[in-house]
């Protein structure tokens, strides 16, 4: 089975344990996945097997979509419910209107910092490890893009809001900061993604789902999504299968080629400044 599964990551699993479940059932240890999820979060996790292992890095680009609950007036070291207190104001005042208007500030570029409980690396080393050694440690900054953001609900103790956001995003950090412009602490609650670039929600399936071999695989074809396809011949294919570097006739800064098998075989991007030479990035033995 080569390709990608969507699933809907239950709350308490992590990542990897999802990973493990669809080795187990598939017998194969051929499976990663793509976009991180928190334990606490639920939602699109995309999955990967076989072959499909080989185009992960080309959907880690994508925006993704997002709906989070946060609890008002506390803040935790993890920046979610399931960290320790670390900032409890009770008594607050919080009308809609300036909750909406603070949302949709966040509406494009920012300058957002590292959560220290996060697989980040500095020095080597994971930020969580820092943390679960008491060890100080400077969170690093990243450039990260909220492309739209809106509030769907509040009741002055909670409020829950979706956004669509760019790769390296962590809600947690937004939320965070949400609460930094409002003037009151805020964490997480829940979160559940929605999407993550072209992959839905409705298109998921359940753990569940797999346990009972109801398995929906998307092709290699279909994953590579807005990826030009050129069909080849048998001559072509044993030159793409060395890892030749080819004439650039195909008008795009990547292309993918398939055999008469309608496999894919191999994936190329543009090698020159003058856009004359494409060479392999992936080639699919």
Do not use: W
């Not at 994508?62 to 803040?75: F, H, P, Q, R, S």
């Not at 080629?257 to 496999?263: E, L, S």
């Amino acid at each position: 089975m080569n390709g990608l599964i969507l699933i809907d990551k239950p709350v308490g699993y992590t990542s990897r344990d999802v990973v493990n479940t669809v080795g187990r059932f598939l017998n194969t240890k051929k499976v990663g996945h793509a976009g991180t999820l928190d334990p606490i979060a639920t939602g699109v996790l995309v999955v990967a097997v076989g072959t499909g292992l080989k185009i992960l890095e080309f959907l880690n680009h994508n925006d993704k979509e997002y709906i989070a609950t946060v609890k008002l007036g506390i803040e935790t070291n993890t920046l979610d419910v399931t960290g320790e207190v670390i900032k409890n104001v009770e008594n607050y005042f919080l009308d809609s209107n300036k909750l909406e208007k603070v949302i949709k500030s966040f509406k494009g570029k920012y300058e957002q910092v590292v959560p220290l409980y996060s697989s980040v690396k500095v020095g080597g080393k994971r930020l969580y490890k820092y943390a679960r050694e008491n060890i100080p440690v400077e969170l690093p900054k990243r450039e990260v893009e909220i492309y739209d953001i809106k509030l769907l609900d509040y009741n002055h103790k909670e409020f829950t809001f979706k956004a669509t956001v760019s790769k390296g995003t962590y809600i947690r950090s937004l939320i965070r900061d949400i609460g930094e412009k409002l003037g009151i602490p805020c964490t997480m609650k829940e979160l559940r993604r929605t999407r993550q670039g072209r992959f839905k929600i409705e298109d998921t399936i359940t753990i569940e789902d797999i346990e009972k071999g109801k398995i929906k695989t998307i092709s290699l074809e279909e994953s590579l999504g807005d990826i030009k396809i050129v069909n080849v011949d048998d001559y072509l294919e044993k030159r793409i299968k060395d890892g030749a570097i080819l004439e650039n006739r195909y008008q795009d800064k990547i292309v993918a080629f398939k055999n008469k098998k309608n496999d894919i075989i191999a994936i190329y991007e543009i090698y020159d400044k003058d856009n004359k030479k494409i060479k392999p990035i992936k080639v699919f033995k």
